[in-house]
């Protein structure tokens, strides 16, 4: 093993530890519930409604508890039927939970409206909902290319994306920025063009979408990967992950529970090491079929990274190995095009964008009736036993040998077939 890759890995796991004992130090300084009292909120997410009233992500601004200043929360506002304003005071009751807050209110005990400018963001979206006539297009371009929660589409569609093991592709992640970046590089030439790239990521990142764990993860390798290229050096994309996520939980100690954190990280993980050592497989095949066969072995070690930590909640879906290679032929020139009317304020023809989000919804919902499920229930124990074994064998086998990588899943697999 590379001693620079030691050196990331150890201090990584030290990070780990020490949020753990900040997140335990916390909890003792945090009741688990803080009481009543007003707060100052910002809608961060898309409100949901049911039956009894709204549920929204908001950013806690102020208010009278301040051990929770900064922090984001989630807010159920019973007999709400929308937001009053992007900002307001409200009267909550707040609990704490796994250093998550959770506030519960009634539409009459909003006190104030805060008036502020609209967001960037909110223009693009009230932009994109003028330009784009089709609701269901709508709902998934609020959801890939705005982030928001994935509730915000119809719910046969949630299901389809859900049973076919595809909901990862709705998540903004280094797949949007990287084409942010590659877009707006061939701009201007050379350096100019690094540095025009820097601009626009940042950008998206900070004004356009919400910076949850993988937007955050994603951002961090992008910058520093083109900082050091414009030093002319080759970056390390391993190094850089672990980089990543040590300077993330330094900062948001509680990402340390996260699932979105760590689907995230573990299957960039499982990425970068599946295409480690592979020459070999490179050079004994035609260089046309290249491409396609590495779009397959990328997803069954991205799937493979993530297996584990979805089977301690959820169903996994091995066909999705095979589903997101199709699917990805229409999300590419989807995610393009919807990167330009970003960039471009919605300017452009908006039938490209309709045509193909109706595509990529009509695809997912037709293999969504060939799809399989796997009940392959784990304790976190065994999730982080696999995931580390599996990862360990990735960084050293070579070639086809890699595929040994999912051997250490074969028995919990087996356990639970019979």
Known sequence: MKGRHVKHVLLFFLVLLV??????????YLPDDLG??????????VPQEDERGLKVKVKLLGGDMPEVYGKVGYLTLFGAGDVPSRNFEVFGHVKVHNGKVFISSSWKDIKRIILVGESLRDKLIKRMEEKIKDTEV????????FGAAQNVMPFEYQASFWRTGLLHLLVVSGFHLTLIALILKHLLPGRYGFFLALLGISWYAFFVVPMDPPVLRAYLMLLF??????????????????FSGYVILSLYPEYLTSYSFWLSFSATLYLILSGMNTNGIKNSMPERFYPIFISFWSTF????GTASIVSTFSLTTPASVLFTPIVGLLFVPFTAYGILEVLTFFSLPSFPLEWLGKAILSSVSLLSYVSLTVNTPLSVEEAVLITLLSAFMLYFLKNWWKLLAGVSFM?????SLL
């Open 19 to 28: 949020s753990f004992l900040r997140i335990e130090k916390d909890r003792e």
């Open 36 to 45: 009543s009292g007003s707060l100052m909120v910002s809608v961060e997410g």
């Open 138 to 145: 709508k709902a998934l371009l609020l959801s890939y290319l």
């Open 225 to 242: 990967a083109i900082l050091i290229k414009l030093l002319d050096r080759r970056p390390d994309y391993l190094s850089l992950l672990f």
């Open 301 to 304: 070690f991205a799937f493979l």
């Open 411 to 415: 028995p919990f697999l087996l356990r």
